[in-house]
């Protein structure tokens, strides 16, 4: 019987544990949390995205970051099969807004609860503190690892100890350092998925503040780089929410010594028209009032002011005394009220990393290293980075199957 040994209990580990004491094989999870899956239960907001309703080119088609590679993986396990696999698991599933799959609790714990229930039926060892440090070669192929400095001999090693950002969820970068000991390029690791900060400081007036149903752009000189509607907050360094983790790939990987500039309309389910319309009613109504006092029914209470500046008036402006060249101003401030972004925060805060093993040195139908024999790599410490919505996990999952069963059967 062949013994893999697969290193960290993540999403990935746990898949690929359970797959390939399936496929046949003796199989040992050694994670150095004391717990499984720490990254995993505080994923969307402690609700678990675990994935998105979709097929296999939907998924690749959101992943920017070498989607592509991951066919095989998806075609292997895909949403459904994920899904039926957690369901088989005690796992009651629902599909909101956008396709994004959630359990039905809303506890991401549910998600454990049914991974480690596949890991126990499938008598997988678990081993929990247990910090790998080291591979280790014969002839050229993995003879096993050094796990809390002894060493452990097998047949296959799975290497699925995620990207570099949360490190206090375990994922601090160790995979990257085992396979360039052997080896392996690393793609510089970078932030994906990651809040921004911004030049000006009035959004750090306002933490906290989210805004829903709003668009966002990313625009660079006269280009548009990234437009998308949805929910953004304001934090004590800039700005954040999921349209701007989506937005940030554009800054992260963007080119240019030209600044990029985030453009947040406010009112984007109204024509430019109807929005004027809308103003002039509201300014009619409030004519007595002070302008800060007259936009309570457009606008969150503590952005009146922002946008009141944006516009280039006096907070304290008499309504009745507003031109038409003002309201226009206005609307220009509720439709593209702007923001200098000064760079993206840093690789720990960062939902996914981008960059890790080089997919070009794996191959996508096993998993397996093409410079080391019976190493293998699963999920996010691969170098492939997908968009919110359920893909990075279910990326990490679908790695964790195809090496978890190719590792127990070459
Ligand atoms: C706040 C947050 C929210 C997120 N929400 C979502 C979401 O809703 N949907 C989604 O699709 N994605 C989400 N993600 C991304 C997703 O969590 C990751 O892409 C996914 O967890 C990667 O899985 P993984 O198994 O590759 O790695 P990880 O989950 O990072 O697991 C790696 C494991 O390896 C262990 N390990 C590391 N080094 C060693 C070592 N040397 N020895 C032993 N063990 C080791 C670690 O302790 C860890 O347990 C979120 C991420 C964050 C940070």
Redesign the pocket.
């Known amino acids: 019987m062949r013994t893999v040994v697969i290193?960290?209990?993540?999403?990935?580990?746990?898949l690929a544990a359970r797959q390939a004491a399936q496929a046949g094989a003796k199989v040992i999870l050694?994670?150095?949390?004391e717990r499984?899956?720490?990254?995993?239960v505080?994923?969307?907001?402690g609700?678990?995205?675990?994935?998105?309703d979709a097929d296999a080119g939907t998924l690749v088609k959101n992943i920017p970051g070498n989607g592509r590679f991951l066919y095989s993986a998806f075609a292997a396990f895909g949403s459904q099969d994920l899904q039926h696999f957690l369901q088989d698991h005690g796992v009651v599933l629902k599909v909101e807004r956008g396709n994004r799959v959630f359990p039905q609790s809303d506890r991401s714990f549910d998600v454990v609860d049914g991974l480690r229930l596949a890991l126990e039926r499938s008598n997988v060892e678990v081993r929990l503190r247990?910090?790998?440090?080291e591979l280790l070669q014969e002839q050229g192929r993995v003879a096993g690892l050094v796990?809390n400095e002894q060493p452990l001999y097998c047949d296959a090693v799975v290497i699925?100890?995620?990207?570099a950002?949360?490190p206090a969820?375990?994922?601090?970068g160790?995979?990257y350092r085992?396979a360039a000991a052997v080896g392996h390029t690393i793609v510089p690791p970078r932030p994906a998925?990651v809040p921004l900060e911004t030049k000006e400081e009035w959004p750090k007036t306002l933490p906290g503040l989210a805004l829903k149903n709003v668009q966002l752009a990313i625009l660079q000189g006269d280009r548009t780089l990234f437009k998308e509607f949805g929910e953004m907050l304001f934090t004590h360094y800039g700005i954040s929410g999921p349209i701007v983790l989506s937005a940030s790939r554009f800054v992260t990987h963007g080119k240019g010594s030209q600044p990029f500039i985030a453009s947040i309309n406010l009112k984007p389910a109204l024509t430019e028209e109807q929005l004027d319309q809308r103003l002039q009613r509201d300014l009619t109504k409030y004519q007595r009032k002070e302008i800060k006092n007259a936009l309570d029914e457009l606008l969150p209470k503590r952005l009146i002011p922002i946008v009141i500046n944006a516009a280039g008036l006096e907070v304290d402006k008499p309504v009745h005394q507003i031109t038409r060249g003002e309201r226009q101003a206005l609307l220009l401030a509720l439709t593209d009220l702007r923001l200098e972004i000064s760079g993206p925060r840093p690789l720990t805060e960062?939902?996914?990393t981008a960059g890790g093993v080089s997919t070009k040195e794996i191959d996508p139908k096993t998993m397996q290293s093409k410079l080391v024999p019976g190493l293998y790599f699963?999920?996010?410490?691969i170098d492939v980075d997908?968009y919110?919505?359920?893909?990075?996990?279910?990326?990490?999952f679908s790695?964790?199957y195809l090496a978890g069963q190719s590792a127990a059967q070459q």
């Not at 609700?47 to 998105?52: H, I, K, M, Q, S």
């Open positions: 290193v960290g209990a993540g999403p990935a580990g746990m050694l994670e150095k949390n499984l899956g720490k990254k995993l505080i994923t969307g907001k609700r678990c995205n675990v994935t998105n247990s910090h790998v440090s796990v699925c100890t995620g990207g950002s949360y969820t375990g994922s601090t160790d995979g085992l998925l960062a939902i996914v699963a999920g996010e410490v997908g919110t919505g359920g893909f990075n996990l279910q990326a990490a790695t964790g």
